[in-house]
């Protein structure tokens, strides 16, 4: 992996996603990074709320002889709301694209989604507090510890800017309540 192939994926995806106007945000592992401390992954996360037009010019846009996607899959995926990916065959890294979920808690992380710079480019992101509370729904399913280790990165290095209310009350409607108390344990 060199050290601009993030940096180049994020303009190449990103762009495709602002010109076909799809709302975006990155999530996961490079938000964490961006908000705590940094860690290496070979994968990309991205919420997006296309309509069925945008995802189709999205898809258009995507360069097959560089990208792998399955277009069934990606519009099944915005159909029933879950996920689909794009392999880019140069690096191997994995673009996991996630529909947006029908529910007030995605609604609002959406909506409260900030530009900033990750890999030295300018792209919408998930804020501190939502990536806390996305991490802590994943510890939740099952993922792995490495999200409550991404949280408690986060609250390293950040807790001093964090909205402590506003992630207290997801962690409450959310039920989170024992991924948020084993997250602030491991920052002692």
Same mark, same amino acid.
């Given at each position: ?124 992101? !998930?804020?501190?507090? %939502?990536? #806390?509370?996305?991490?802590? =729904?994943?510890?939740? /399913? &099952?993922?792995?510890? @490495? ?13 001093? !800017?964090?909205?402590? %209310?506003? #992630?207290?009350?997801?962690? =409450?409607?959310?039920? /989170? &309540?024992?991924?948020? @108390? ?7």
């Amino acid at each position: 992996m060199t050290s601009d192939e993030p940096a180049a994926l994020l303009r190449t995806i990103t762009a495709a996603l602002e010109a076909a106007a799809i709302p975006y945000m990155i999530v996961g592992s490079f938000a964490s990074t961006a908000y705590g401390k940094p860690r290496t992954t070979h994968d990309l996360d991205i919420v997006i709320d296309p309509t069925a037009a945008g995802l189709d010019q999205f898809l258009d846009a995507v360069d097959p002889d560089r990208f792998y996607v399955d277009a069934d899959v990606a519009r099944d995926a915005l159909r029933r709301r879950t996920m689909f990916n794009l392999i880019d065959m140069n690096t191997a890294w994995k673009i996991d694209l996630v529909i947006r979920k029908n529910r007030p808690f995605s609604v609002q992380e959406l909506a409260r989604r900030v530009v900033m710079p990750i890999a030295s480019v300018e792209v919408a992101t !998930a804020t501190a507090e %939502d990536t #806390i509370i996305a991490k802590l =729904e994943w510890a939740k /399913l &099952g993922a792995s510890e @490495r999200q409550l280790i991404d949280v408690a990165g986060i609250l390293h290095v950040g807790s001093a !800017a964090l909205d402590f %209310d506003y #992630i207290e009350r997801w962690v =409450e409607a959310l039920d /989170l &309540g024992e991924q948020w @108390r084993c997250a602030r344990a491991l920052t002692t």
